[in-house]
């Protein structure tokens, strides 16, 4: 047994304050605890723990029942500093409130802040996700963009935090590895980036939309895929500052699909040729 799993240490109160972030704090309160700067936030199953730690996140404790403990010894002798606790799967999960059938979790401190010039430094294709406030649809459409060659994400304003628990966990992880900055002055930053190459496509069904396999969409050396909100769609005020609006064709009078389906869909058609 290695030294970090032989170190664990033993849970039995499910009030121990030293494992309060993985029961009473909301995501939006563990954004403002422990570091003051950043926040943490919880990684959720052992791929995702592993993931986060190979894309240089930095770990505050790890937390697994005891049948994970050998399991995950490499990465307690990785981190010898870094607090494991432990307990029987009963206490695990009276302090969580579910079963942890996924392995481990992680508090993990929140990165840096990237700037929105680093996330377009270099790139040919992002997606803009125009107040898309749905964790699970935040997630989805990371793990399709890192897969079909996104090159990053930028969010507005009121779209979901990316690091949040379940869009951490629906996009396997790849939240750490894709490029993503929040944007404070949304369409501002649109039409910077029409004037700089960028041509901005909205995916959204209008008067002047032009299907999404035009030849000519594919070909933009630079493009921004913008996407909206499940329902309301791409905001009238994002429509306004974009360079073309894009629609998926479809068929037997079906009109929409989930943001998170389109979203793979458009990635995979509008991939650089």
């Known amino acids: 047994m290695s030294d970090g799993v032989s170190a664990a240490i033993e849970l039995s109160d499910p009030s121990d304050p030293r494992v309060a972030a993985y029961s009473t704090l909301s995501d939006a309160a563990l954004r403002r605890t422990t570091d003051a700067e950043h926040g943490i936030f919880l990684a959720e199953s052992s791929v995702v723990v592993r993931r986060a730690l190979a894309a240089g996140m930095r770990p505050a404790s790890f937390f697994l029942a005891h049948r994970y403990l050998d399991s995950m010894a490499d990465v307690f002798a990785a981190h010898p500093d870094v607090p494991v606790y432990t307990g029987t799967d009963e206490t695990m999960q009276s302090i969580t409130g579910f079963h942890l059938h996924r392995g481990a979790l992680a508090a993990m401190y929140r990165p840096q802040a990237r700037s929105v010039a680093s996330v377009l430094d270099g790139a040919r294709r992002v997606a803009l996700l125009d107040d898309v406030a749905d964790h699970t649809n935040v997630g989805a459409i990371f793990r399709s963009a890192t897969g079909m060659g996104v090159d990053g994400i930028l969010l507005s304003p009121r779209s979901a935090d990316p690091l949040y628990r379940r869009a951490i966990r629906v996009s396997m992880g790849t939240v750490f590895s894709l490029p993503w900055a929040r944007v404070e002055h949304w369409e ?33 050396d630079r493009l921004g895929l913008v996407l909206g909100a499940e329902g309301t769609g791409v905001r009238p005020e994002t429509l306004d500052a974009c360079d073309v609006h894009v629609k998926i064709p479809m068929y037997r009078d079906v009109d929409s699909l989930n943001v998170s389906v389109a979203a793979a869909v458009a990635f995979w058609q509008l991939r650089p040729v």
Do not use: F, I, K, N
């Open 188 to 220: 501002d930053t649109l039409a910077g980036m029409s004037d700089t190459g960028w041509t901005v496509a909205a995916l959204e069904l209008t008067e002047q939309s032009v299907d999404l396999d035009d030849p000519t969409l594919a070909a933009r």
